[in-house]
Structures are given as C-alpha cells and as structure tokens.
C-alpha cells in the first residue's frame, strides 16, 4: 500500500508533509497546484499524515470514496512534477480544515478523517 493526497490539497499545498518524509517521496505539481506522492517511493511511515494540517493524506486503505480517484492521480501527476524536501509557505488563499470540512459537507460527502491524524 502507498499513502495518498487527496484533493484537499489542491490550490492549497502545504508543505509540512514533505519536510517530515524519509525518502522523499513528495512532488509539486502546478496542475493542479498541490502535492502527489510517488506511491513506488513511499514506505508507509505515515509521518506526513499528522503533519499534515488539513489532514490531506490517507493511506490508500482509509482512502474516503470521494476521494477514490487519487489513488491514480498521484501516480500519474507525480512525474510531471519537482521532487520537494523542505518546508515553504503554503498557496495564497489556502484554506483550513474546517473550511474544507464544510465545503465537503456541503457538497454531501461523509468523509471520515485519517486515523493517523
């Protein structure tokens, strides 16, 4: 298994993950603008997990169903982009939690959060 992110991530991309990960596994994408882990890379330490503050990264176990499809969409988008190691500030306007929290209620979706987190 692998750990996954999640479009909670997307227009966000925080970086706290990348600057905890052993074997840099992290990549920054600009299409969408976000983070994707390279899942051949990934040793499922789950040290990015609680890291991460919008609780954007799942092992691909826990994936929630409105999430399914990103399971393949880190393994496609990972090599179009940077391998990222260190810590920087996170996109302009990116939102908390509880906001994506909210938007995924509204939207209907039960997402259950990673038990890592």
Known sequence: ???VVT???VDCRYTDCCAVCPVDCFYEIENPAMLVIDPDTCIDCE???PACPINAIYPE???PEPYAEWTE???ELFEG???ITEQKDPLDGALDLETIQQKETDNGWSVDEPSAA
């Open 1 to 3: 298994m692998t750990h």
């Open 7 to 9: 479009g909670r991530c």
């Open 47 to 49: 040290a990015c997990v």
């Open 61 to 63: 176990e826990e994936l």
């Open 73 to 75: 969409k880190n393994k």
């Open 81 to 83: 982009g940077e391998v």
